[in-house]
């Protein structure tokens, strides 16, 4: 007679007995570095959980940094918090290995939380791939950014309400995208931009998107911002076209704004791709964003 070892058989939930509690992603990176022999180098590199930061071999300046999530997306009750600090005279060009997915959330919310900090006569492009968010995710991000008087910074985050191509649309969620950026102390932009829990509907409205399910906003600052505003515009197109760029001068500085939607992931990279290689000069695109 076959006999079974108890000891080798994992043991069942009673009958009504709660479930464990499902494992979360928490992940934090750091990543700091400086000029040193006339080009920008790793100092520090901090990485824990499921949050990691590779660097690609380049060839002078800027560094640049891929970051990765090896969850493979985010759901509710998950953590991430990217620092990223470029020194004096440093600069540095922030990436993603693939656009981040927000899946759909039975609990609590995803959250996201990034500090970027830039000294003097640094400059910093944080140009992370899109942002996929899911039906019934829930998702929160902050982004806090502190630029030296005389620093430059460009950075973009681009959301995604569903992937048309595959058939998948976000009708119902939450999400929350928060902006604080400082230079020199003062506060130079803000905005916060909710939106659910009838995303679709949201959506729809004229003064939304009209229906345009990707979105991306670009803010540059650098004294240069001023100079790129119409060549700006000549990409983004007009009002029908959806989106537009406005410049205010900030202090001794200057920031561009832009924003541009869309009905769908290709067609915004179509002048997203553009309007990145226009804004961050010399730099361009990120090698990642041509694969």
């Given at each position: 007679?076959?006999?079974i070892d108890?000891?080798?058989?994992p043991?069942?939930?009673?009958?009504?007995a709660?479930l464990?509690a499902?494992q979360?992603?928490a992940g934090?990176?750091?990543?700091?570095?400086?000029?040193?022999?006339?080009?920008?180098?790793?100092?520090?590199?901090?990485?824990?959980?499921s949050?990691k930061i590779r660097?690609?071999?380049v060839?002078g300046?800027p560094?640049?940094?891929?970051?990765?999530?090896?969850?493979?997306?985010?759901?509710g009750?998950?953590?991430?918090?990217?620092?990223?600090?470029?020194?004096?005279e440093a600069?540095a060009?922030i990436?993603?290995q693939a656009?981040?997915?927000?899946?759909?959330?039975?609990?609590?919310?995803?959250?996201?939380?990034v500090?970027?900090?830039?000294?003097?006569?640094?400059?910093l492009?944080?140009?992370?791939?899109?942002?996929i968010?899911?039906?019934r995710?829930?998702?929160?991000?902050?982004?806090d950014?502190?630029?030296?008087?005389?620093a430059?910074?460009l950075v973009l985050?681009a959301?995604l309400f569903g992937?048309?191509?595959?058939?998948?649309?976000?009708?119902?969620?939450?999400?929350h995208?928060?902006w604080r950026?400082?230079q020199?102390?003062?506060?130079v932009?803000?905005?916060?931009?909710?939106?659910g829990?009838?995303?679709?509907a949201?959506?729809?409205r004229?003064a939304?998107?009209g229906?345009?399910?990707?979105i991306?906003?670009?803010?540059?600052?650098?004294?240069?911002?001023?100079?790129?505003l119409?060549?700006?515009?000549?990409?983004?197109?007009?009002s029908?076209a959806?989106g537009g760029?406005?410049?205010?001068?900030v202090?001794?500085s200057g920031?561009?704004?832009?924003?541009?939607t869309?009905g769908d992931?290709?067609?915004l990279r179509k002048?997203?791709?553009?309007?990145?290689?226009?804004l961050?000069?010399?730099?361009g695109?990120?090698k990642?964003?041509?694969?």
């Amino acid at each position: 007679m076959d006999t079974i070892d108890n000891a080798l058989t994992p043991a069942l939930p009673l009958a009504g007995a709660p479930l464990p509690a499902a494992q979360r992603v928490a992940g934090r990176a750091r990543l700091f570095c400086g000029k040193s022999d006339g080009r920008t180098r790793l100092q520090r590199l901090y990485q824990d959980g499921s949050a990691k930061i590779r660097l690609p071999a380049v060839q002078g300046d800027p560094l640049e940094a891929v970051l990765i999530n090896t969850a493979g997306g985010m759901t509710g009750g998950d953590r991430l918090g990217w620092t990223i600090e470029v020194g004096a005279e440093a600069s540095a060009s922030i990436t993603t290995q693939a656009c981040e997915k927000v899946y759909r959330a039975a609990a609590d919310r995803a959250e996201t939380n990034v500090g970027l900090r830039v000294g003097p006569g640094g400059r910093l492009a944080w140009l992370p791939q899109e942002t996929i968010v899911f039906n019934r995710a829930a998702f929160a991000r902050t982004l806090d950014v502190d630029l030296a008087e005389d620093a430059e910074a460009l950075v973009l985050e681009a959301t995604l309400f569903g992937r048309l191509a595959m058939g998948e649309r976000t009708v119902q969620g939450n999400f929350h995208d928060r902006w604080r950026v400082r230079q020199g102390g003062a506060l130079v932009h803000a905005e916060d931009f909710w939106i659910g829990p009838d995303i679709a509907a949201t959506l729809r409205r004229p003064a939304a998107t009209g229906g345009a399910l990707a979105i991306a906003t670009l803010l540059l600052v650098s004294p240069q911002a001023e100079s790129l505003l119409e060549a700006a515009r000549a990409i983004i197109g007009d009002s029908a076209a959806g989106g537009g760029a406005s410049f205010w001068s900030v202090g001794r500085s200057g920031k561009l704004l832009a924003r541009l939607t869309a009905g769908d992931g290709y067609q915004l990279r179509k002048r997203l791709v553009p309007l990145v290689e226009l804004l961050n000069g010399r730099a361009g695109l990120p090698k990642l964003w041509s694969l």
